[in-house]
């Protein structure tokens, strides 16, 4: 029968650390945390006990402990062969609560669970809550397509490991449709980004649930549970591609695209997002029609900007208003015909890791256009035309410089051309 050890969290540590109990059986490896904790200085290595010492009065107590633990886990272990069930780590884990926590068992919730209730109750944005059941989702395939229980204690670095190796490869995920039939679907590699998008969420459920007083494992804290990303190259439009869009004749043929590429250039010439840019009515236009004064959603933040000639010329065509906003999805669609239709098609090269491998791949720039484009064209050309970079940044939000400048699209070119007007290079 295999036997029960314990292995200090951090045993060089000067704080008193977790102690952990390990249970290895049929090439299975139960992990397991104590909830105690103990200077190392008083621990027994070689015993895997508290050392019998003065100057730790509660050793006897905490070996108690470690020995029941040790103890319940083997019978726990021995209890499920008896009744001919495949003893899992879940399974011991779910054993120890019951010895742990008795009464209060029931009461315990598992970390899905709790991450679901956390999404239902939370208050946050639409897309973040998105974002959040999107992980749920991808927690729920990995456990059903690896068979690896997930829970409080087990979010580790060997989880990490693991569930990143998941993401990074193809394979297939068994589902039930809306019917209850089980519909078998293909799963691609996913990107750097979304990946660390995944591990984020993680580590904020992992966060709440410590906030409250649910789990003591502090292992998502770990320098290497990181939350990965890149910079992916991401497209702007110059102010001649903006001119070409501009003048584009759509009042016949092309009228359902007019009030689109309106709403588009208001933003390209304002960096206001689009979930701002709905928001603004007759009376934000202040100072006789030269600027818009708004509190943005996100941030909450009030920005007073000046309006760009063609700005005031589409307030004026809509008498004193913006032209109305449709829902992204269409209007990213729209977006695309309407770059095709200004001849906006050079060849893009976007370089990204996905499935761990970097590739390049090659796109007509007009199939990359997006609403978001408008406020990363909107700082770039601002950047580009020598707007100081704290008055872009009032604008577009950013915090820090470091973050603006990874936000911004200039070419090895076009960074040369800026220079060019440099006193330093023009002397």
Known sequence: MAEATFVLKEP????????????????????????????????????????????????????????????????????????????TPYKLKDA????????????????????????????????????????????????????????????????????????????????????????????????????GGFIKNIKIFMNEAVDRNLTKNYEYKNRRFKVMEEQVDKIYLSQKELLKIYDLKLVTTYQRLEKVRDIFIVACYTGLRFSDLIQVKPENIINNGTQIKIKTEKTGELVIIPLHKYVKEIIKKYNGSLPPAISNQPMNRYLKEIADLAEINEPVKIGITRGGKSTNDVFKKSDLVTTHTARRS??????????????????????????????????????????????????
């Open 378 to 427: 909107f700082a770039t050309n601002a950047y580009l035309m020598d707007v100081p970079t704290i008055s872009i940044m009032k604008i577009t939000g950013h915090k820090t410089e470091k973050s603006f400048m990874k936000y911004i699209r200039i070419s090895q070119e076009e960074n040369a051309n800026k220079l060019l007007s440099h006193p330093f290079f023009s002397n």
């Open 96 to 195: 120890l609560d019951k010895s742990q926590f008795k009464e209060d068992y029931g009461q315990k919730i598992s970390f899905l669970k709790f991450a679901q209730e956390l999404t239902k109750e939370s208050n946050r944005k639409a897309n973040t809550v998105k974002q959040w059941n999107q992980t749920l989702n991808k927690l729920k395939e990995f456990r059903q397509d690896t068979k690896t229980e997930i829970d409080f204690d087990t979010i580790d670095m060997d989880f990490y490991n693991k569930f990143i190796h998941y993401l990074n490869k193809k394979g297939y995920t068994k589902i039930l449709n809306k019917e209850g039939q089980e519909k078998t679907i293909t799963r691609l590699e996913y990107s750097k980004n979304t990946i």
């Open 12 to 87: 060089k540590s000067k704080e008193p650390t977790l102690i952990y109990l390990f249970y290895n059986f049929n090439k299975q490896r139960l992990k397991y945390s104590t909830g105690e904790k103990i200077l190392p200085k008083f621990w027994n290595e070689r015993n895997q006990r508290a050392r019998e010492t003065n100057a730790f009065p509660s050793y006897a107590s905490l070996n108690n402990t470690l020995d029941n633990l040790a103890r319940n886990v083997k019978e726990a272990h021995r209890d499920l062969i008896n009744a001919n069930k495949q003893p």
